[in-house]
């Protein structure tokens, strides 16, 4: 049986909701913080990277979306304020688009989208926690190796430079540890 967020995608798919079609070049921003963008995506091609900016100005990732991803500024799909989130194309990317609205009228209006919508929202909670506990590990070759068994895609689409962040350790870090493995 497929996994909730394909059935999901292939009801959007069936349903006909996807309104529109999005392109980036590299380095297109698709939001930014103070955006009010409650629109969700699916990533047809190319690779989005999503972070916000710590109080000392740096850029911290805190997510990817590859081919294939469904994707949102959740804070402002959920809650109607403005995004802190940025979210930039590493590569060219063409995004199918659902309109916040539509969400709402079509996918939670509808008993069995809504159902679909729910387990998506709940697998979605439980990365964002493996995702905390990664962080909280000191050693960065044990980040590397969790983050490499949960997602190995992760190693497969994205630059060094851009894991290396995500990670939270340099890049010669990364190449050191890679280079052990």
């Not at 905390?132 to 497969?156: G, H, M, T």
Request: aromatic letters at 8%; glycine letters at 6%.
């Amino acid at each position: 049986m497929p996994s909730p967020l394909q059935q999901l995608k292939d009801y959007l798919r069936e349903e006909e909701m996807w309104e529109g079609r999005t392109t980036l070049k590299r380095g297109d921003f698709l939001h930014q913080p103070g955006d009010r963008n409650d629109t969700i995506y699916l990533v047809e091609t190319g690779t989005i990277q999503v972070y916000v900016v710590t109080n000392g100005g740096e850029e911290q990732i805190i997510r990817f979306a590859y081919p294939g991803d469904v994707y949102s500024a959740i804070d402002c799909l959920l809650t109607g304020r403005p995004t802190i989130l940025s979210a930039r194309a590493i590569r060219a990317c063409t995004l199918l688009s659902l309109p916040g609205r539509m969400y709402r009228e079509r996918i939670l209006g509808n008993p069995k989208a809504a159902q679909l919508w729910q387990q998506v929202s709940a697998w979605m909670l439980v990365g964002q926690l493996d995702r905390e506990i990664d962080l909280l590990i000191k050693n960065p070759a044990e980040r590397y190796r969790r983050v490499l068994e949960r997602s190995p895609q992760l190693f497969q689409e994205i630059p060094a430079r851009y894991i290396a962040n995500y990670l939270r350790m340099t890049p010669e870090t990364l190449s050191h540890i890679r280079s052990q493995a």
